[in-house]
């Protein structure tokens, strides 16, 4: 009869959960902030070549555009689709899209054309002079440093 009387008077033990929601956040803001948006930027679509020479960069460079070449030839500047449509780079849509993202880095970071890194991903199946003829829309802009990205060939 002693165990009923203290079982009643005891209070039900309630959670407080304004600190578990606390942590989540917490961690939700922490995880967001350390991301890598490196995978983020590269298109499924694109396989690229196999490579004995890619070795993975030691570090990212400090500015740059990612441009992605589909094997249809169709390219991606970040998220923006765009085309080489004939050889007067400035009118095509891939010149005009260039040209605008370079205007906004020299605006907002005041970074000149010749200070930013062209990361090119080309897929396997691109032909070489697709490549070449995008490499000279860079040029023709003010961009002279290209990076090509590959994946590295595995021992076997």
């Given at each position: 009869?002693?165990?009923?009387?203290?079982?009643?008077?005891?209070k039900?033990?309630?959670?407080?959960?304004t600190?578990?929601i606390?942590?989540?956040?917490?961690?939700?803001s922490?995880?967001?902030?350390?991301?890598?948006?490196?995978?983020?930027?590269?298109?499924?679509?694109?396989?690229?070549?196999?490579?004995?020479?890619?070795?993975?960069?030691?570090?990212?460079?400090?500015e740059?555009?990612?441009?992605?070449?589909?094997?249809?030839?169709?390219?991606?500047?970040?998220s923006?689709?765009?085309?080489?449509?004939?050889?007067?780079?400035?009118?095509?849509?891939?010149?005009?899209?260039?040209a605008?993202?370079?205007r906004?880095?020299?605006?907002?970071?005041?970074?000149q054309?010749?200070?930013?890194?062209?990361?090119?991903?080309?897929?396997?199946?691109?032909?070489?002079?697709?490549?070449?003829?995008?490499?000279?829309?860079?040029?023709s802009?003010?961009a002279d440093?290209f990076?090509?990205?590959?994946?590295?060939?595995?021992?076997?």
């Amino acid at each position: 009869m002693r165990k009923e009387r203290v079982l009643s008077k005891l209070k039900s033990a309630e959670t407080n959960m304004t600190s578990m929601i606390d942590v989540v956040f917490l961690l939700i803001s922490f995880f967001t902030l350390v991301m890598n948006f490196s995978q983020a930027e590269q298109h499924e679509e694109i396989a690229l070549p196999n490579s004995e020479l890619a070795q993975p960069p030691e570090s990212a460079p400090p500015e740059m555009i990612t441009i992605q070449i589909l094997a249809d030839h169709t390219i991606y500047i970040g998220s923006v689709k765009c085309a080489i449509e004939n050889d007067a780079f400035e009118t095509t849509s891939f010149g005009l899209t260039l040209a605008e993202e370079l205007r906004l880095m020299n605006l907002v970071r005041k970074v000149q054309p010749q200070d930013v890194t062209m990361i090119l991903r080309g897929d396997g199946d691109v032909d070489v002079d697709y490549v070449q003829k995008v490499i000279l829309a860079c040029q023709s802009l003010g961009a002279d440093s290209f990076v090509l990205r590959a994946r590295q060939a595995r021992g076997e």
